[in-house]
């Protein structure tokens, strides 16, 4: 029988404390529900890094009986999204849901991140220069300033100009999420993204226990650097609904 999940304690034991699922819970509040079937669990929220995220987390079977109830309960602008592999055995027996984008979910655990860093700190009120910088060397940005959810910004200065940010954005209570990472392209080769992405990495783990962040597959660049601060690479899936509204 399919149970609602009341609390982030029962979310976080019926899922094993999945990164994943406890990230898109956000806490199982501002209107954020979950559901477990056996060895199964969905979680829902809405604009969740920009969009109406529902995660699935366990067994197959079980789980295309969640994503059918959950989109049921929570409509159909919610994306199903979890590990690739999961994702592609759920679409494949739902014929209203299809296989949508893939790119990599990536986790810092406590205690991965080791050694100073210098030279990097939240900003304040420099929420125009961000915008600038990210509007010049990262138009595709997901956080930007002023965003629902983009709670702050980190950067470092090269010879007085903010040269590499990236953001606090869209962190559930047990997951911090990196985002909105960039480099000043003059400034770029020289590790700056590198330095600041250790440091914010830091920050979140220290606030919430463990960090995450999304990041596309094929960006070779960023995967570097992510995997030499700690981060543990999942790929995963996010399918598209085809229910009319």
């Known amino acids: 029988m399919i149970r609602e999940l009341r609390g982030e304690a029962e979310l976080r034991a019926a899922c094993g404390d999945d990164d994943l699922v406890m990230w898109t819970a956000q806490g199982l509040t501002g209107g954020a529900r979950a559901w477990a079937l056996g ?3 969905v979680a829902g929220c809405r ?16 789980a295309v009986e969640l994503v059918r109830h959950a989109l049921a309960e929570l409509g159909p602008s919610f994306r199903p ?10 679409t494949a ?13 990536m986790s810092l655990p406590a205690g991965a991140v080791g050694g100073a860093v210098e030279g990097v700190a939240w900003l304040e009120g420099a929420d125009a ?8 060397d990262a138009p595709a940005s997901y956080a930007v300033p002023g965003l629902p959810g983009v709670r702050r910004w980190a950067g470092m200065r090269e010879d007085g100009v903010l040269a590499a940010v990236a953001a ?9 999420l990196l985002a909105g990472v960039a480099t000043r392209a003059a400034f770029r080769g020289r590790g700056l993204a590198e330095r600041v992405c250790r440091w914010v990495s830091a ?15 094929d960006n070779a660049a960023a995967l570097r650097v992510y995997e030499r601060i700690g981060y543990r690479r999942l790929p995963v899936m996010a399918a598209h609904v085809n229910w009319a509204s």
């Open 129 to 136: 220069e961000v915008g600038a910088l990210l509007a010049q």
């Open 168 to 176: 606090d954005a869209w962190s559930a209570p047990s997951v911090g």
């Open 93 to 105: 027996k739902l014929d209203d849901v299809r296989e949508g984008g893939r790119f990599s979910w």
């Open 81 to 90: 999204w979890g590990e690739a592999a999961l994702m592609s055995e759920v």
């Open 39 to 41: 060895e199964a669990v």
């Open 203 to 217: 920050q979140l783990v220290a606030a919430h226990g463990r960090a995450a962040l999304m990041v596309d597959d």
């Open 47 to 62: 604009g969740v890094s920009r969009a109406d995220r529902l995660a699935v987390w366990g067994d197959a079977s079980c």
